[in-house]
């Protein structure tokens, strides 16, 4: 006690000369338990000097308090204004609660308002209802906003008339510091742009919407006098919209109608991962009405999100930039077959396509698992029939108009190496290598950084064997085309103390460490024809060009974004030796620069700039006999023009 004194006493010398320390000394005292703590918490509020924090404290801890300093809560009563209603609150005294909602008391009702809205008190409507008109404004905000949580049928007619064809909103929705993510302020944005749009001339006359805290993953279906529209927001730069029939409209309200969702209160439900915030919004001229869920994956929202889904019939893609850049087209959209990559020749275009994996071929896997032996073999047997089927169900294809039915071959530039041929074993301890730790050493022959298991070298059709890695780990190797040397990470103890490079001699097995300073973020990047080198990066701003023979290093500056990415091939060439396209996404800006990259000095020369994606050099071809370019974006082909920056 003597230490919680000797704290709420330095806050109250410091009250008018440093109010800010003074402030953070109470909090801090607050956070504690005891009577010197309960004691101040109601002599503050008794004296009017209480904050929003310490109010809220002392409702949090009412049951205490009265157990604790009874007699200086019923103090309280006595003093006019705030101090008496937020007593009666934390008194739980139902007759000084129903006399001070009428007393014409102004600062205790408001503080009373305010208090049983904070913890769920239950007050007399009829008393409250009238309040709705007082000329001051706090209270009749109060009032508000009490309604507006009590939430009963009563509380809402007295609402909406207050506020007639207003598209006036009820239903909870508050910024609660217990709620993970807990500001729910886009949402109430995205709330108040569908209100605005409604109550202008010609908007819609009712409106049905599901909101993320965030503009993307948003539905809405907008009612006129004569059609419907639904409109689903995919991300920042692309949405899906189309006419929803009549008979689908009726469906959805009907869906509405008869599971009582307009009367349902706020969806609350345990979650620790997955937690979806979200918002069902049903409104009008006349009326509105919200449904707030936090729950996790699997609660209403999700029985709201499948009927929306079902609106989507006739919905087409649309690319908010359409207007910026002329000529956009959306070439290929399938949900069930995602587009990853694209080439293009003359007249003929490919696409690099990913199946979705059927639920039979789920049912099957899971089949045989159930029936295989627990044994290595079987264990290795099975990694290797899932690696083929996964690999199975990615292929290259030829677009014709918006079929892409046809299997087309392997596009020229395009890496030959197919992990199917090179069997996993125990050593890999995954089903799928990854693509950055895997190098072709040739057509037959792969190498293998193994992390900590070390280097390993594999013939197709063959186990790999270990060729280093006794005392160390490696990630990140880089091959030279001949095959005959290595530049890989390297890592004595654990990647997160900084990490050195070594260039390997393949064919003798011998080992040189490179000469540039150990740091967390060093890497080789890639072998550069034009050079003959291996580029090297160290942290964000180093690069070197490494000759993998003699270890001769080089520092160089300039642009190296673009050979920073992984994929199975490198930047398309362009007329000129060493000169390629690329594209630079800046994804603080959603926006991404296409140009024309000169290996030989490493320098960009930007030519377009599309707003509103991200996208790399590797999910881009140009056609620049056709003037245009292709983009594969978030599983869909686009067509741009191509055309130079003014």
Not at 96 to 121: E, K, N, Y
């Amino acid at each position: 006690d003597s230490l919680v004194r000797a704290v709420l006493t330095r806050a109250a010398s410091l009250r008018t000369t440093n109010e800010a320390v003074s402030r953070t000394l109470r909090e801090t005292a607050h956070r504690w338990q005891g009577l010197q703590v309960d004691l101040d918490l109601v002599r503050s509020i008794a004296a009017n000097t209480a904050d929003a924090t310490t109010i809220i404290t002392a409702l949090e801890r009412r049951a205490n308090l009265r157990e604790s300093v009874r007699s200086e809560l019923h103090s309280l009563m006595a003093v006019a204004g705030m101090p008496q209603g937020i007593g009666a609150i934390l008194l739980e005294d139902n007759d000084a609660v129903g006399s001070i909602v009428s007393s014409g008391d102004q600062p205790a009702q408001i503080a009373l308002l305010a208090s049983a809205r904070l913890t769920q008190t239950p007050l007399p409507i009829d008393l409250v209802g009238p309040l709705l008109n007082s000329k001051n404004v706090l209270l009749a905000t109060a009032a508000e906003r009490y309604l507006l949580a009590e939430d009963s049928k009563q509380a809402r007619t007295l609402l909406l008339q207050k506020h007639p064809n207003e598209a006036f909103i009820t239903g909870w929705r508050e910024n609660v510091p217990l709620l993970a993510g807990n500001n729910f302020d886009q949402i109430g944005k995205l709330e108040g742009k569908l209100r605005d749009e409604l109550l202008k001339p010609g908007g819609p006359l009712e409106i049905f919407a599901l909101l993320a805290n965030h503009e993307q993953y948003s539905h809405v279906l907008r009612i006129y006098s004569d059609k419907a529209v639904y409109t689903y927001y995919e991300d920042a730069s692309r949405y899906r919209e189309g006419v929803v029939p009549k008979g689908n409209v009726s469906i959805f309200k009907e869906f509405v109608s008869n599971n009582g969702i307009a009367d349902l209160p706020p969806q609350f439900g345990s979650c620790h991962h997955n937690c979806w915030v979200s918002e069902f919004l049903m409104v009008s001229r006349e009326s509105g009405r919200r449904l707030f869920s936090h729950q996790a994956i699997g609660g209403t929202a999700m029985f709201i999100l499948a009927n929306f889904s079902l609106l989507d019939e006739n919905a087409t893609t649309h690319y908010n930039f359409e207007k910026e850049i002329k000529g956009l087209e959306v070439l290929y959209s399938d949900a069930n077959l995602p587009v990853r990559d694209v080439w293009q020749r003359g007249d003929e275009i490919r696409i690099f396509v990913e199946r979705h994996e059927t639920e039979q071929e789920r049912a099957n896997r899971d089949a045989e698992e159930a029936e295989e032996e627990d044994n290595d073999n079987a264990v290795a047997e099975r990694r290797q029939r899932d690696l083929v089927h996964y690999h199975s169900r990615f292929s290259w294809r030829s677009l014709k108009g918006k079929d892409a039915t046809s299997i087309a071959p392997l596009p020229d530039g395009y890496s030959t190496l197919d992990p199917t041929r090179f069997p996993l074993d125990e050593e890999d301890g995954t089903s799928r290598r990854e693509d950055r730790h895997v190098q072709a050493i040739s057509s037959d022959t792969i190498l293998v950084a193994r992390n900590f298991d070390g280097l390993w070298k594999q013939v197709a059709g063959t186990k790999a064997v270990r060729i280093s890695g006794e005392d160390g780990a490696y990630l990140k190797p880089v091959v030279t085309p001949d095959g005959k040397w290595v530049v890989v990470s390297k890592s004595d103890s654990n990647w997160s103390e900084p990490n050195y490079l070594v260039r390997l001699n393949l064919e003798t097995g011998r080992e040189y460490r490179i000469n540039v300073e150990p740091s967390g973020d060093l890497e080789a990047i890639a072998f550069l024809p034009v050079h003959d080198r291996i580029l090297l990066r160290r942290g964000k701003t180093e690069h070197y060009l490494i000759d993998p023979k003699t270890g001769e290093l080089k520092s160089v500056s300039g642009e190296f974004a673009p050979l920073l990415e992984e994929g199975k091939r490198f930047l398309q060439p362009m007329d000129g030796a060493g000169h390629y396209w690329a594209a630079i996404p800046d994804r603080t800006k959603n926006q991404t620069v296409v140009g024309r990259y000169n290996l030989n000095d490493f320098s960009f020369k930007p030519l377009l700039t599309v707003p509103q994606i991200s996208f790399e050099s590797l999910s881009m071809w140009v056609d620049e006999k056709q003037g245009k370019f292709y983009v594969v974006y978030r599983s869909q082909l686009l067509s741009l023009p191509l055309k130079s920056a003014p």
